[in-house]
């Protein structure tokens, strides 16, 4: 069965901290790896994607580590503000037959205090 | 540029009725997915159309139907409601031009409540 593990549920970090997020796959092949952020009420918003033959991709104060052979990736955010406080996702997409599926992981709700 | 607009935002329904939720994919966007987000999970697919037609399908009942028009808009047909089909639903947009590999971009969402 294809899925996403993310953790943790829940995460609390001081403004200006770094919050790092974890998700993990299994079983299946993916070819695409992006992580959406969501506001109460709002859909969610791409954030950051990478492909599998990069390890690393930045984009300002948001970075996602890849790790192949762990099937593991996460999301670090540097210099965590309160605008950043929402619900972050991962995603994965399915190499074969996908057809642009995305499969989510259950979601962290980030709060950052001031 | 307008985004993935959605309509209604809020819907709210008696168990055994019928709805239909619709979306307007961003512009120049060919693919419209539809999810199933329930409160505190992530959204899990339900189905994907291009070309007027259904792609793909995730695992949910019949019950769930969708409609593709010329214009790439999208209609999402929900039957027999039952309380555990209250949820959010989203729409996504991609250009895949019959690649399948476009970013899915979504849209704000219907919050629809079963009574």
């Known amino acids: 069965q294809q899925q996403v593990k993310q953790s943790p549920q829940s995460l609390i970090v001081q403004k200006g901290g770094i919050s790092i997020i974890n998700c993990a796959y299994e079983n299946t092949a993916f070819d695409y790896f992006p992580w959406y952020q969501q506001f109460p009420g709002k859909g969610p918003a791409l954030l950051i994607a990478?492909?599998?033959?990069?390890s690393e991709k930045k984009e300002g104060r948001f970075t996602i580590s890849f790790n192949k052979s762990a099937k593991q990736f996460s999301l670090h955010i540097m210099d965590s503000q309160p605008g950043d406080s929402a619900t972050y996702f991962c995603a994965a997409r399915p190499f074969s037959g996908g057809y642009n599926k995305l499969i989510f992981g259950a979601g962290t709700r980030l709060a950052v205090h001031p | 540029d307008a985004g993935v607009t959605q309509s209604p935002t809020h819907l709210i329904k008696t168990r055994g009725q019928q709805v239909t939720l619709r979306c307007s994919p961003k512009?120049?966007?060919?693919?419209v997915s539809w999810y199933q987000q329930a409160l505190g999970q992530g959204p899990q697919f339900i189905f994907q159309y291009y070309e007027e037609e259904e792609r793909q399908r995730g695992n949910f009942p019949d019950r769930f139907s969708g409609h593709q028009f010329p214009n790439y808009s999208s209609e999402l047909n929900v039957n027999a409601l039952l309380l555990g089909d209250s949820a959010l639903y989203l729409c996504a947009s991609s250009l895949d031009a019959g690649v399948g590999r476009g970013t899915q971009y979504f849209g704000p969402g219907t919050r629809l409540l079963v009574l």
């Open positions: 512009s120049g966007h060919d693919t």
């Open positions: 990478i492909r599998p033959d990069v």
